[in-house]
């Protein structure tokens, strides 16, 4: 917090946060208000995920090739507006279920460009050796803000109108890109060769033992927690009978564990990374069991609220062990496997809305549980490779 740049762009971040977190509930409550139909909110989650993932690679070049800062502010203002004209396509009733897909693909483009460079902007302000706990306290700021704005999100919906929950985030769009202005000639450029080298830099990656094993990782976590949130509105609606507000309060309960989680990490002196990641990842396979039999709903968030913890637990210290792992003319790229992680989880969407439409949304919880269980023990191979 000594560092007055990093602190301008947690301040900034914070406000994209509340914009993000306000579109993803109405986009969301939007989806499955449409058709009823939790395959329908899978398929949209994917016309993300594709993008995200088919691009995150060449996002990863961007942010080793060029200033980070000016990617951010970019990509930011082409989602705003995305954002902003299904607001009024919502208020003409002129929105239907293929035009929402190709926007949301759209959007995903944007998010394969814009992730590698805010991850890797981090590093940049915090430096190496502060660089976990600033990637804990980005994170933290993040997730608090995911305490409270989906319940926001859910009320605005609510009380007033979908449109103007997403206007409200389209305004939070350009209030981050104003307080990113200060930062936007910050960014450091670290590959300056002339060709994109994608097959070079992808065969140099993967070689690193450590590299797969984190990608294991973060493709289990991606899909088998963060994927929960492609659902969200299934479990609210067909799981606890709630509406918006309880859709809302749900999400909340995630973000305030991820915060709870981020900022407990980012006050640690010491730590070891390793067992960080082993206890995290075990301990949300058992909250993903148990959680399948929440008998009520505040026995739900209560466990989708530690679920989440540790979830954000484990992602502090994966985005710490990718990019201490491998060289700065190489970070972007190595991110760009997080971001690709990150779509696959709702390109997967698809299929866990067809699973969970077929054998029940609490099947479809509790076997995930029990994958996410059996792939604990590659975290015991991590910590051999950082030693």
């Not at 300056?192 to 065969?203: E, F, V, Y």
């Not at 993903?288 to 709903?297: D, R, V, W």
Request: with cysteine; aromatic share 10%; proline share 3%.
């Amino acid at each position: 917090l000594k560092i007055k740049n990093f602190n301008i762009y947690l301040g900034a971040n914070g406000i994209n946060e509340i914009g993000f977190m306000c579109r993803l509930t109405a986009i969301g409550w939007l989806s499955y208000e449409l058709t009823d139909s939790p395959l329908f909110v899978g398929t949209l989650a994917a016309a993300t995920g594709v993008s995200m993932s088919l691009l995150s690679f060449f996002g990863g070049i961007l942010a080793d090739r060029y200033s980070k800062p000016k990617i951010i502010i970019i990509s930011k203002f082409m989602e705003s507006l995305i954002i902003l004209l299904i607001g009024v396509l919502i208020q003409i009733n002129k929105i239907d279920e293929l035009t929402l897909i190709i926007l949301m693909f759209l959007n995903g483009i944007l998010a394969a460009i814009y992730v590698p460079s805010r991850i890797g902007f981090v590093k940049e302000l915090s430096g190496t050796k502060l660089l976990l706990p600033a990637t804990a306290l980005d994170f933290g700021v993040m997730t608090f803000v995911g305490t409270f704005a989906p319940a926001l999100a859910g009320l605005l919906i609510d009380k007033i109108s979908l449109s103007f929950t997403l206007y409200f985030s389209f305004v939070a769009y350009l209030l981050h890109n104003l307080l990113m202005l200060p930062l936007i000639n910050k960014g450091q450029k670290y590959d300056q060769s002339k060709d994109l080298q994608i097959i070079k830099s992808i065969k140099y990656i993967f070689n690193l033992n450590i590299i797969k094993y984190l990608f294991i990782i973060m493709l289990s976590i991606a899909i088998l927690i963060f994927g929960l949130e492609t659902l969200s509105p299934v479990i609210a609606k067909d799981i606890f009978n709630t509406g918006p507000t309880g859709f809302g309060i749900l999400l909340s309960s995630a973000g305030f564990g991820m915060a709870i989680a981020s900022f407990t990490v980012a006050s640690l002196k010491s730590i070891n990374i390793s067992k960080l990641l082993t206890v995290s990842i075990a301990g949300g396979a058992i909250t993903l069991i148990l959680f399948a039999f929440s008998p009520n709903f505040i026995v739900g968030i209560i466990l989708f609220a530690i679920l989440f913890s540790l979830a954000a637990a484990s992602e502090s210290a994966i985005t710490t062990l990718i990019q201490t792992s491998v060289p700065d003319n190489m970070r972007g790229k190595v991110i760009s496997i997080q971001t690709f992680t990150w779509g696959i989880s709702s390109l997967t969407g698809v299929l866990s809305g067809y699973l969970s439409q077929q054998f029940g949304i609490i099947l479809f919880i509790f076997i995930s549980g029990i994958i996410l269980l059996t792939i604990t023990p590659i975290t015991r191979l991590i910590a051999k490779e950082t030693k």
